[in-house]
């Protein structure tokens, strides 16, 4: 991003990116339990940013360690019951209640669900300094969050850590596991980029106007009822 602000904490409509995607956990399930982990030097700076946008959804904090694996095998380190844990990448705002909905349904029947799309352009192999045509439909990009039942996942994390673990499903797979993938949203991207944030800021704007309109003329009906 280029900034001086970690962009899980960079103003999407006028909040921190990290505040909508906990919030959309939340929105799909008041009772869910969530951790946030983060580096030990942004707590501070984290609350203060929840104590200035009043933000007060409960959540409680982990340290994130050196790679994306340790950060998660650090968070794991506070689910003390046996469930169901999704992980969320903190900067894909945008992801939908119904793809939240869908992973913790689909992994408590099949032990873990890690949403995917379709690919949209060409793509091309490069080896060994060729590029080569492959066929696209036969691959697909990942998203999160990716939902595991709580001890599969556990007992996956014990593994050595291995610089082809880029995402949670890489690790259960290396356990043994078979991943069962489910139906992503496209608009859950990873903000990444400064452009990223701009298209995300402009679809939480347009969302927000949507539903605003719809109540509006939800109000509008009951009165010509009444």
């Not at 790679?67 to 992980?87: C, M």
């Not at 690790?171 to 991207?189: P, T, Y």
Request: hydrophobic residues 40%; contains cysteine; glycine residues 4%.
């Amino acid at each position: 991003m280029n900034t001086p602000v970690p962009k899980q904490f960079m103003l999407l409509d006028g909040k921190p990116v990290l505040m909508h995607s906990i919030g959309k956990f939340a929105e799909t399930d008041p009772e869910i339990e969530i951790i946030v982990v983060l580096r030990e030097d942004q707590a501070d700076f984290w609350k203060e940013l929840c104590s200035q946008h009043a933000f007060v959804l409960p959540h409680q904090l982990a340290v994130s360690g050196e790679t994306r694996f340790h950060s998660v095998k650090n968070g794991l380190l506070a689910v003390k019951e046996e469930g169901l844990v999704a992980i969320h990448d903190a900067v894909r705002p945008l992801v939908s209640c119904k793809t939240i909905q869908t992973a913790y349904k689909a992994a408590e029947m099949y032990g873990n669900a890690v949403p995917a799309v379709p690919l949209q352009d060409s793509i091309r192999q490069i080896d060994s300094g060729l590029s080569i045509a492959v066929d696209r439909t036969k691959y697909c990009a990942i998203q999160t969050p990716q939902c595991f039942q709580s001890q599969l996942l556990q007992n996956a994390y014990q593994q050595e850590y291995k610089y082809t673990f880029t995402d949670d499903a890489s690790v259960v797979e290396a356990f043994g596991a078979k991943i069962h993938l489910i139906d992503g949203n496209v608009d859950n991207f990873k903000i990444t980029n400064p452009k990223d944030l701009i298209i995300a800021d402009a679809l939480v704007k347009d969302k927000r106007i949507r539903q605003s309109t719809n109540k509006s003329n939800q109000t509008d009906d009951l009165s010509l009822l009444s």
